[in-house]
């Protein structure tokens, strides 16, 4: 078995960004696109997955699959990952706010694309992992908070985007709040077996309007009481 130093990387990213694009090619009928974004598809080319898993995974961080982080939450698959950036249309003046930061990958995605990423984890220990592997990447636009974020993060508020990468039952109204006019929130919710990908789009007057991308199944969105 390889080694991680003997592991071309880069050479995996590529391989990954295919199989990201024959994804989108295969459920266009479902995302409304054949293809996502160029600049999303070039960060992801970009980013380095591996450094966002546990050290005895690394050698898998590129499969299109989904990847325990530890406890009882995984880091996205690169399909559903794109998707989700692609979705929100990141603009780069954005502030972003993200709810589940994991070990930190889809805030790094975020953070080439948008000014500044705002990400709320609620598990101590992936926070601080998470602040860590960040800044060890040099990082300098990302804020990490250790806290509940289906209430978002209202100082910073409101934000341009929001992604949400557990999934609550229901929609957030603190989110949707938080969100400004003409933002759009990307959410996986429902119950643990009929979850639903979400794009809720706010208009000029506030009022918003949601639609459904494709069934997913993500962890639970963890609630504090």
């Known amino acids: 078995m390889a080694t991680n130093e003997e592991i071309d990387f880069r050479a995996l990213r590529i391989e990954m960004v295919e199989v990201i694009a ?7 009928s479902r995302i409304g696109k054949d293809q996502f974004d160029k600049r999303v598809m070039r960060v992801l080319a970009d980013v380095p997955r591996h450094e966002f898993v546990p050290t005895t995974l690394r050698q898998f961080a590129y499969l299109n ?16 990952v794109a998707l989700m950036t692609d979705l929100l249309e990141i603009e780069p003046t954005d502030q972003v706010l993200e709810v589940g930061t994991g070990l930190g990958y889809q805030a790094a995605i975020l953070a080439e694309l948008a000014q500044r990423v705002y990400t709320v984890e609620i598990i101590e220990e992936l926070a601080q992992e998470a602040g860590r592997r960040l800044r060890g990447l040099e990082y300098d636009n990302i804020e990490v908070r250790l806290g509940d974020g ?15 990468t557990a999934a609550p039952e229901g929609v957030p109204s603190m989110l949707i709040e938080q969100l400004k006019p003409r933002g759009r929130m990307v959410i996986p919710a429902g119950s643990e077996n009929a979850q639903k990908l979400l794009l809720i789009a706010k208009d000029d007057a506030g009022r918003t309007a949601a639609k459904e991308i494709l069934e997913v199944r993500f962890s639970p969105l963890i609630v504090s009481h």
Not at 22 to 28: G, Y
């Open 150 to 164: 289906y209430h978002g993060w209202p100082e910073h508020a409101p934000y341009d985007k929001i992604v949400v």
């Open 22 to 28: 024959e994804c989108a090619r295969l459920t266009a």
């Open 65 to 80: 699959v989904p990847l325990p982080i530890g406890y009882t939450k995984t880091i996205s698959q690169p399909f559903i």
